[in-house]
């Protein structure tokens, strides 16, 4: 009923919520079209079959312990066997997923690296079981090996490329093989496949929905050909796709083992038990909080082409043990730039906050979705057309990730399962995509393991950790730099624990590692993409600070190598002296983070750092010896220390003074309670304020999309 | 009986009213936002997050024009309860709205055993 728009929503609390009329939410606000069928992306888990319900009656739940465990090692031995047999980068330093799916197609159980991409790339597996196996100019067999990217039907970015094989046994289907991950190189107009300034979806390269590229195990040499020749880098291309095919081929003989010893009904009833299982534990850890409507929003200040303020709040409605994820009153779309999400990936998207926080502890896979309802008001940025180009959908849907953690934090706190409170991991994302000739001489273009250097947010009861991971795959590493030197064409200089670059608080958010790099002596091409340049997609959480803004940074002309070599003085390479003093000659950029390819020369600096994760709680309750320890370890700078901690310490000893300290934050919340204004009063001058028009031009209705003339003092009141 | 929701927060029953649970102040009704009970501040952010750099736009701190930082207090001893990072005259989030019936009914055991304690 949410697709009519306007109709009030099932439940009590939801009677409260009223949906936009004239828009879709439960469901792509494009329809059907060659190789894309959104109904098998909205549709939920396929009943089981009779081969799976006589399975399942076979498995105690200590039994299915056991089958989940095994099934679980073979899918992380596939990942080590696709991150070693890999040559891009975005494949090693753990981009990526295997799985294993259900007979129909559903993701029963997937390694680490990227959840979400399991939790997107199935709907090509059941168009395939739904229009290609009967088809007698396709069909399906053993040995078939699929391939398919395109953001539509079912992916995230024509950049993330996936293989999968069905898996049989005496002719009977009994799973699904899966294996893929950001690829990089596509044909798209950049090199390394984000392209900022694309708009359409014409610019984005390849787009496969779903294609059968080989039989019996082998590849098709004429499909190969068109391939290669369609892509900037087709020896990587080439070894990419041929670990994949051999990834699913390991998984499927892993199986098939399995079946040797089980029979096939249990380990096709098995997948499909886990899910159910999986399905019925998250109903009951979300029946254990607190009923309520819970709301959260987050702002964009760019969308590819230009600078412009994009608005994505997130309300959840707890009820029970269901939820309702509602997007309402999003940014419509804008036809200037990739920043575009479709539906199913702010659904999947979730799962990245869900699966490591929410539902912490719990097997991941998409039976944990089942109890939630997603509702994206579209057509919008976050519910877009077919047309539009998707390559950063991502930063859609982070904010909504983003706004679900916030709002997780909140929901958890009076919980059991409070060990999860937390802020964001950090999402300022910032990604520099090389492209170039690399040192084996062979043509190269993806992103390096900077990547996985992002701070986490800040915990109930301790900081964050610094460089501790991948936004989308906190299981990550960032791999050596000698080896990245090699494969990509560029060199670091430097990865560094920088400063005043996380968010503060009682706890404090953790800190990227930022890498400094240089263009080797052929120079490099460069795209940068990003978000955040201006504010934060990082908040902090009951009264902790977020962490800053990530603008794109680099140094031109500065010939760095034969700088330090003619220097006598010792210079620090990190993000903050570079930007604080300019201890080198050159050109120093600070910009929008969206930009196009350009060419940098040998001796170019490229500053590079993926943003810090939010404080937690009131900054004058941090412990001030952990603020002395942040500042000997070099994360904060003194003023941070005295100003916004009020410590009171000496400087050369780094020797608190307790009453001294203890006196200034009396006198800080003084200040805060001349400073702070009552509601009424507050609200009086606030509503006055309005950002300038130029920076409204992509938003929508202000203050609230789709509600012209909405002047209430808080946002989402609709009844 | 209160009950802790956020690290600031209790909401005390049967009164159903949000409390400082580092003072006591009391907050307001528990059907209305907290922040209503607050004492509210419209912050450069700049004033907390350094300027790193030498642009005026593009510094690793946020743009005052873009966004601002708004801090809720307690009303009772200055506690920084809340912050939001919005664009200047955005509505404010009310983000916590919880179903007070049920969750009356989720601590009312504990609630009653509070009160015989406290008679």
């Known amino acids: 009923m949410a697709r009519a728009g306007g109709d009030y929503l099932m439940g009590d609390l939801m009677n409260s919520i009223r949906l936009h009329e004239g828009f879709v939410y439960d469901r792509h606000a494009y329809g059907m079209g060659p190789g894309r069928d959104p109904d098998l992306l909205v549709g939920g888990l396929e009943p089981p079959s009779a081969l799976e319900l006589e399975g399942m009656e076979t498995l105690s739940a200590v039994e299915l312990e056991v089958f989940q465990h095994k099934i679980t090692s073979i899918v992380e031995e596939a990942r080590d066997v696709y991150m070693a047999l890999s040559i891009s980068e975005g494949i090693i330093t753990g981009d990526m997923n295997t799985s294993v799916f259900t007979a129909e197609g559903d993701p029963a159980v997937v390694a680490t690296g990227i959840y979400f991409h399991t939790l997107l790339n199935y709907p090509q597996v059941k168009y395939i079981l739904k229009y290609y196996r009967d088809n007698p100019t396709v069909g399906l067999s053993d040995g078939d090996v699929y391939f398919f990217n395109d953001p539509t039907c079912g992916g995230v970015h024509t950049f993330d490329m996936f293989v999968s094989a069905p898996i049989f046994h005496e002719g009977v289907l009994i799973g699904w093989a899966e294996v893929g991950g950001h690829q990089g190189e596509c044909g798209s107009m950049s090199p390394g496949g984000f392209s900022p300034t694309a708009t359409t979806r014409w610019e984005e390269g390849l787009h496969v929905g779903a294609l059968r590229i080989g039989d019996n195990w082998e590849l098709r040499q004429d499909i190969l050909d068109f391939f290669l020749n369609s892509v900037r880098n087709p020896f990587v291309f080439a070894s990419d796709l041929k670990a994949r095919v051999a990834t699913c081929k390991r998984i499927r003989d892993r199986v098939l083992r399995e079946v040797e010893r089980r029979g096939a009904a249990q380990v096709a009833g098995g997948l499909r038990k886990i899910l159910a299982v999986s399905s019925d534990l998250a109903r009951q850890r979300i029946s254990q909080l607190n009923d309520g409507i819970y709301r959260s929003v987050m702002f964009n200040d760019g969308v590819g082409l230009e600078s412009g303020l994009i608005r994505l709040p997130t309300t959840v409605i707890k009820e029970g043990d269901s939820l309702t994820v509602i997007n309402q009153g999003v940014s419509p779309e804008n036809n200037m730039g990739p920043q575009h999400c479709t539906w199913h990936l702010m659904r999947a998207s979730m799962g990245v906050y869900l699966f490591t926080y929410f539902f912490r502890g719990l097997s991941p896979n998409i039976g944990l979705l089942e109890p939630i309802r997603t509702l994206v008001e579209g057509p919008s940025v976050a519910n877009c057309g077919v047309e539009v180009a998707h390559g950063e959908g991502t930063t859609i849907s982070a904010m909504n990730v983003q706004n679900l953690h916030v709002i997780g934090s909140k929901m958890l706190f009076d919980s059991p399962h409070k060990l999860s409170v937390s802020a964001p991991f950090s999402r300022n994302v910032m990604i520099y995509v090389y492209a170039g000739v690399n040192s084996y001489g062979y043509r190269a273009a993806n992103f390096t393991g900077t990547q996985n250097l992002a701070g986490q947010g800040a915990r109930f009861d301790m900081d964050g950790e610094h460089a501790s991971g991948f936004y989308w795959a906190s299981v990550t590493d960032a791999g050596e730099v000698e080896e990245s030197d090699m494969r990509l064409p560029m060199i670091t200089l430097a990865r560094v624990i920088d400063k005043d670059v996380h968010g503060f608080g009682k706890y404090r958010g953790g800190t990227p590692s930022v890498e400094i790099a240089s263009a080797p002596m052929a120079g490099c091409d460069l795209t940068t993409r990003g978000a955040s340049d201006r504010l934060s997609h990082n908040p902090g959480i009951f009264g902790g600070y977020a962490g800053p803004p990530n603008p794109r940074f680099v140094i031109k002309n500065v010939d760095v190598f034969k700088q330090l070599s003619e220097t006598r003085d010792e210079v620090e390479l990190s993000q903050y002296t570079l930007a604080k003093r300019h201890p080198l000659s050159g050109n120093y950029v600070f910009s929008y983070s969206s930009q196009p390819t350009e060419h940098f020369n040998y001796g170019d600096l490229f500053v590079h750092g993926v943003g810090g994760g939010g404080g937690y709680g009131d900054v004058l309750e941090r412990e001030p010896d952990d603020v002395m320890e942040d500042l000997k370890q070099n994360v904060i700078s003194s003023d941070v220390a005295r100003n916004v901690y009020r410590v009171v310490f000496d400087s050369e000893t780094l020797t608190v003074d307790g009453p001294a300290t203890e006196d200034d934050r009396d006198m800080a919340r003084q200040e805060r309670l001349k400073r702070g204004k009552p509601f009424a009063e507050f609200m009086e001058e606030w509503q006055k304020l309005r950002p300038s028009d130029d920076k409204l031009r992509y938003y929508g209705d202000w203050p609230e999309p789709n509600s012209p003339g909405y002047s209430k003092p808080f946002w989402g009141l609709f009844e | ?119």
């Open chain 2, 1 to 119: 009986m209160r009950v802790s929701v956020t690290e600031y927060l209790d909401i005390e029953l049967p009164s159903r009213r949000w409390i400082c649970n580092r003072c006591g102040a009391d907050l307001g009704p528990a059907d209305r936002s907290y922040k209503e009970g607050c004492l509210i501040a419209n912050r450069n952010p700049q004033e907390v997050h350094p300027v790193i750099g030498t642009d005026e736009h593009f510094n690793f701190s946020f743009d005052p024009d873009w966004v601002r930082l708004v801090e809720f207090y307690c009303p009772g001893c200055g506690t920084m309860v809340e912050t939001e990072y919005l664009p200047p005259g955005h509505p404010l989030t009310w983000d916590i709205q919880i179903d007070l019936d049920s969750f009356e009914i989720r601590h009312g055991k504990d609630a009653q055993n509070s009160l015989e304690i406290g008679q």
